[in-house]
């Protein structure tokens, strides 16, 4: 049985192989992006988090 | 008990259908299937000397289709085009077949119990490539017509006893696959069905291990000449002197030719006959080295090299400009789905046809194993998908199809183990490794991507919670300036987002800024945010402008669980107050831009591709 393989030339793929790769990390990273909610290319929040002690709000007074 | 008819020595049949075998004494002897009497033939078959193996010999044993065989001997056809070997390979339960074997390719003859097929004078009116039909009127191509005028036996076969000249033909069909009819006699014939298969699949056993080879000395150099490739050399030419020879297959030597001395003074080659080395973890020695020439248009030249394996057959390296292309030929035709003027498809493959023409060879060292100056009749197709190539060479007698795929000049440079570099590189090679897409191929990836990406994404979304957990209004009628803290809240999911919606309906030409903290009480977190609304809008020479939004919204990404809080501050534009602006708080929302983003990602790179590939093929058409 051939081994399917789009970097062996004799795949019909050979030539796309660098397109399906995009493809794929576009799923992956999608999939990863969206299952924690995060934002592609967004950076993370744009006001940074950070752990410090919180503001003394009125809730702790 | 079956004597030879000369010599009276007894004679060992190995299977049951043995026909003919050569005697110690040189005598062919002929058997009759139906009495079993010996008689000697009257033909003008020869004893083969029991020497010169390449790789098969009397004895080597193998197996089929799990069954295993034993060679008892071989008839040995060689004509002025080339040299065919058909074992006789006998099983363990004394049945009988015929093992093709010829140039590194090695097929099983099944006999198929018909007459359907036509004669020798009906094959040898059709050139190769005409449709006959046989087999229940099933169209085939004529792919090899043979005459052999030399003849030659070696141990017990289950062939009758040919006449010469010995005719065979060879069909192929794409859908009904390779056959070859077997010409023994006028009035008696057979037809085979081949099943070809690599010398790993035969399982081979006690084969010849020395190398054969056959020396001589140039009659004008004296140089030692050797040829590696005996019966299928057909020209030598002297590597000091030029000196040219041809193989007589009568007589089984080389005579030196008067004639036909190529004129050109070409430097001599890369790679030089006799030089060793491995490709495809395979061990080639150079056989031979020529220079080819098309003989029309701008009349260019390449140099191609014979590599030869004793178990592998044949294969060449072409050099061209410095691009290289290492050839294999292939047993049969491919198996083409589609054809056109201009193109084939094979294994889902296009290949475009990239160059048509007839050659002449220019200049030549070492062994051939073609007539070095009969090349003109062959005419050559060459099909590019790079880094692949198919190569298809026609003549009235043969159709030869050969598979070829770009090799870098450096791993030539390691094969061979070379201490100078190879020739200098110059433009784009015919199937040089550079991406070529097709746009329909690259429109149907991209759509099948995005629509997948899609589902994601409307899967992901749909487990999203986007629950609201806090709806608060400022109202900026009496101060500019508010704030807001909320109770307390949880949230539930390990990693999650928050988004904030901000709403000022009644904003024009004025701006809003609400800013915050989300405050994780258990672990002293906290999460900044601001956000400015603003609105402004006019009219100016008659026409309608508006700037900004009345609505907006911020995204708070790696919010872990637990207990939070959020505190909001609202400062309004004190120039125009406005009325209000309200704050939605929504947990654990699809985040759409990604999507958005993923789709020009892979917009962007299909039009990438197709830019590149287009600019390919001008380069590689036009080089």
């Known amino acids: 049985m051939k081994r399917f393989n789009i970097f062996n030339s004799n795949n019909p793929l050979f030539h796309y192989r660098w397109f399906i790769l995009v493809i794929i990390a576009c799923v992956l990273s999608m999939t990863w992006y969206d299952y924690y909610g995060n934002r592609m290319f967004g950076g993370s929040n744009s006001n940074s988090n950070g752990y410090g002690s919180s503001k003394t709000g009125a809730y702790h007074k | 008990m079956l004597q030879c008819p000369h010599c009276n020595k007894a004679l060992y049949l190995p299977g049951e259908n043995i026909l003919v075998e050569a005697c110690e004494c040189g005598t062919i002897v002929t058997i009759s299937p139906d009495t079993k009497q010996a008689v000697a033939a009257t033909g003008p078959i020869r004893e083969l000397v029991p020497e010169g193996y390449h790789y098969l010999k009397p004895g080597t044993t193998g197996s089929w289709k799990r069954k295993k065989f034993a060679l008892s001997g071989r008839l040995l056809a060689e004509s002025a085009h080339g040299a065919f070997s058909y074992w006789t390979a006998v099983f363990e339960n004394g049945d009988t077949t015929i093992l093709s074997e010829g140039y590194g390719h090695y097929s099983m003859l099944r006999k198929l119990e018909t007459e359907d097929y036509p004669g020798w004078i009906q094959v040898n009116r059709s050139d190769a490539g005409a449709t006959i039909y046989l087999n229940g009127n099933r169209p085939y191509r004529l792919v090899r017509k043979s005459v052999y005028d030399q003849l030659s036996v070696e141990g017990a076969i289950c062939m009758p006893e040919p006449q010469l000249p010995f005719h065979t033909a060879e069909l192929f069909s794409e859908e009904d696959g390779y056959l070859e009819i077997i010409y023994y006699k006028d009035n008696l014939s057979a037809l085979f069905e081949l099943e070809f298969l690599e010398p790993d699949g035969f399982k081979f056993e006690h084969t010849a291990t020395t190398p054969f080879e056959v020396s001589f000395p140039c009659i004008q150099c004296h140089t030692t000449l050797t040829s590696i490739t005996v019966p299928y050399t057909r020209n030598i030419v002297c590597s000091s002197c030029r000196a ?189 490794p550079l991406m070529i897409v097709d746009l329909a191929g690259v429109i149907k ?179």
């Open chain 2, 244 to 432: 040219q020879y041809t193989y007589n297959y009568f007589e089984q030597r080389f005579e030196a030719l008067k004639e036909d001395r190529f004129k050109d003074n070409h430097s001599l080659p890369y790679l030089l006959p006799g030089m060793t080395g491995s490709l495809n973890k395979i061990p080639f020695t150079v056989a031979g080295c020529c220079i080819k020439e098309e003989t029309s248009g701008d009349y260019p030249s390449w140099t191609e090299y014979t590599l030869f394996n004793p178990v592998e057959g044949f294969s060449y390296l072409s050099e061209y400009k410095g691009h290289w292309v290492y050839v294999k030929e292939w047993p049969r035709p491919p198996l083409i789905t589609e054809k056109g003027k201009d193109y084939i498809v094979e294994n889902d493959n296009h290949f475009d046809l990239y160059n048509a023409y007839r050659y002449r060879v220019t200049a030549a060292w070492g062994a051939h194993i073609y007539n070095l100056h009969h090349t003109r009749q062959t005419y050559v197709r060459e099909f590019v998908y790079p880094p692949q190539t198919l190569i298809e060479e026609t003549s009235g007698w043969e159709e030869c199809w050969f598979y070829g795929e770009h090799i870098n000049p450096a791993e030539v440079k390691k094969a061979f183990r070379m201490t100078t570099p190879p020739p200098a590189r110059y433009g784009t090679g015919s199937v040089q």
């Open chain 2, 445 to 623: 990836m991209g759509v099948a991507a995005i629509v997948l990406l899609l589902v994601l994404h409307m899967v992901s979304a749909m487990s999203k919670q986007s629950k609201s957990i806090l709806f608060t209004t400022f109202n900026f009628e009496d101060s500019v300036k508010q704030t807001y803290t909320s109770n307390k809240f949880h949230l539930n999911k390990h990693l999650s987002n928050i988004e904030l919606k901000l709403r000022a309906p009644d904003l024009s030409d004025s701006w809003v800024e609400v800013s915050g903290t989300l405050v994780n009480t258990d672990k002293g977190l906290s999460f900044h945010f601001s956000r400015t609304l603003s609105f402004y809008s006019g009219i100016e020479e008659g026409e309608r402008w508006s700037e900004g939004s009345t609505e907006g919204s911020e995204l708070l990404t790696d919010i872990p669980e637990g207990n939070y809080y959020i505190e909001f501050e609202g400062v309004s534009d004190s120039k125009r107050p406005m009325n209000e602006v309200s704050i939605q708080t929504l947990y654990d929302v699809p985040v759409h831009r990604n999507l958005n983003a993923v789709i020009l990602i892979v917009c962007i790179t299909g039009v990438v591709h197709v830019l590149i590939s287009n600019y390919n093929k001008n380069k590689r058409w036009n080089a």
